[in-house]
């Protein structure tokens, strides 16, 4: 197992690598330049002192230089630990991410959660009784889960409850240090949100897998020993459902960046969606590349992680 890790994450370099080239072109594409906007906000400001040219902001940005030139002192930073300066505010790119990293992370974690206890749950159930009201409920909120967006929904939330009540969620962020409930109420409503876009696909897949675990010879032993029905479920059939829905779970972790995103503008929450938002209006490629590669980085852990918890939750599994 130990082998396995190692040549997982040294095979993670090479394609760290690649992403850094296809983030750096990418970000570079964006119509627009930081040039234009940084000459036309100097233009705006002129009367309130000397404004600075094109040429000379290109080259206090180290902008005037070939571009592997640029991609080449970007990629030698990144393999020091360092993603470059913000072009707008000259501050670090990791201090930026270190300040906006937590919020992402505790709104991932509460949406994960809420997405858990919605799916496992109903989808069992689902599986259970087979056919029934309760299973045609259980899909139908399935399916409603699914098909409703977190931004639609989100969005609706933030409108109608104050039209009509004259009440809207908080849009200054309370730090968890300094109010922990009402951190914990801030990031409730849209985790909630987040986390039922995301339980739909989960609640499916877990009564699919759980009907077939359930129609196994080893559950019909276990029926047929009199074991109670909390033991079968939950001992025998729900751990070898759970192998290909642990996969979807991985999938649906990535899935909570790109969600964030949306999330966090309509929310006003101060995560790296947010950030990134700001940094394509303003066409900050240190922060956009940063935050790019953060979450490539991201994506190719979980999926480690995923294939070692296969290892844990069935011993056939073996890696070498």
């Known amino acids: 197992m130990r082998g396995y890790i190692i040549r997982r994450l040294l095979l993670m370099v090479p394609t760290l690598f690649f992403v850094t080239v296809v983030v750096f072109s990418v970000c570079r594409l964006i119509p627009g330049s930081v040039i234009d906007l940084m000459v036309t906000q100097q233009a705006e400001v002129a009367g309130m002192g000397m404004s600075l040219t094109a040429d000379h902001i290109k080259h206090q940005l180290g902008l005037d230089v070939p571009l592997h030139i640029q991609y080449g002192k970007w990629v030698a930073g990144v393999f020091r630990g360092d993603l470059g300066s913000s072009l707008w505010t000259d501050r ?3 201090e930026d991410l270190a300040r906006r990293l937590p ?9 994960v959660v809420t997405a858990l206890l ?3 749950p109903i989808g069992v159930y689902s599986a259970m009784r087979q056919d029934t009201g309760g299973d045609y409920v259980g899909r139908t909120v399935a399916v409603l889960a699914i098909s409703l967006p977190a931004f639609w929904t989100g969005t609706l939330v933030m409108v109608y409850p104050s039209v009509w009540w004259g009440w809207s969620p908080p849009v200054e962020y309370i730090p968890i240090h300094e109010n922990l409930a009402g951190n914990f109420l801030q990031f409730l409503l849209p985790a909630v949100l987040l986390g039922m876009t995301l339980s739909g696909t989960t609640m ?5 897998m759980m ?3 359930l129609r196994q010879d080893y559950i019909r032993t276990a029926w047929s020993k009199g074991l109670k029905e909390r033991v079968v ?3 025998h059939a729900l751990k070898n459902a759970l192998l290909p829905v642990v996969s979807m779970i991985g999938i649906l972790l990535t899935v909570i960046v790109g969600g964030a995103v949306v999330i966090e503008q309509i929310f006003a929450l101060p995560g790296i969606g947010l950030l990134m938002i700001e940094a394509i209006n303003k066409r900050d490629y240190p922060i956009l590349s940063g935050v790019n590669l953060v979450v490539a980085g ?3 852990v979980m999926n480690l992680v995923v294939d070692l918890t296969y290892a844990w939750l069935d011993p056939r599994v073996k890696y070498r």
């Open 233 to 235: 479920i939950l001992r």
């Open 298 to 300: 991201f994506v190719m």
């Open 211 to 213: 009907l077939e675990v």
């Open 103 to 111: 919020v992402t992370a505790e709104l991932g974690f509460l949406a």
């Open 92 to 94: 670090p790119v990791v």
């Open 204 to 208: 499916r897949m877990t009564r699919t």
């Open 118 to 120: 919605l799916a496992l």
